[in-house]
């Protein structure tokens, strides 16, 4: 499978794991010492990689459940030897989020390695 494959299922994890409160999701396709970082409703937020997955976790019942409209947008996909930057267009509780993803490629396998995210609308 190529690179760019791997990544937009890396993608489609990482969503997946939102829409579906998935923590085991997250943690799956973050590298163990990822950071998560963007500003919500002015105040800057910065996350490890095990406070996001048990914010995602914490959120129930799930954006799945909700029967929250899909929106998610691959918006472009760089990638540079065994790194990627991603941008993702997608909706996550109620709001549109333009996040940067971050790849890395250890041993054959794509992870988050950072995510910077934007709230574009609520």
């Not at 993608?11 to 999701?25: A, I, P, R, T, W």
């Not at 409209?69 to 760089?78: A, F, G, P, Y």
């Not at 990627?84 to 996040?99: C, Q």
Request: hydrophobic share 40%; net charge negative; with cysteine.
């Amino acid at each position: 499978m190529e690179d760019i494959a791997r990544i937009k299922l890396g993608v489609q994890l990482y969503f997946d794991g939102m829409f579906e409160s998935s923590s085991e999701k997250i943690e799956q396709i973050f590298h163990l010492d990822a950071r998560v970082a963007g500003y919500l409703h002015g105040e800057l937020m910065l996350m490890s990689r095990d406070d996001f997955a048990d914010f995602v976790g914490s959120q129930q019942p799930s954006p799945k459940e909700n029967g929250d409209e899909i929106i998610l947008e691959i918006v472009s996909c760089e990638i540079a030897g065994k790194t990627a930057s991603v941008k993702v267009r997608d909706k996550y509780l109620g709001s549109i989020f333009l996040d940067t993803l971050s790849f890395i490629n250890i041993d054959g396998d794509w992870k988050i390695y950072n995510k910077l995210f934007h709230v574009e609308s609520d």
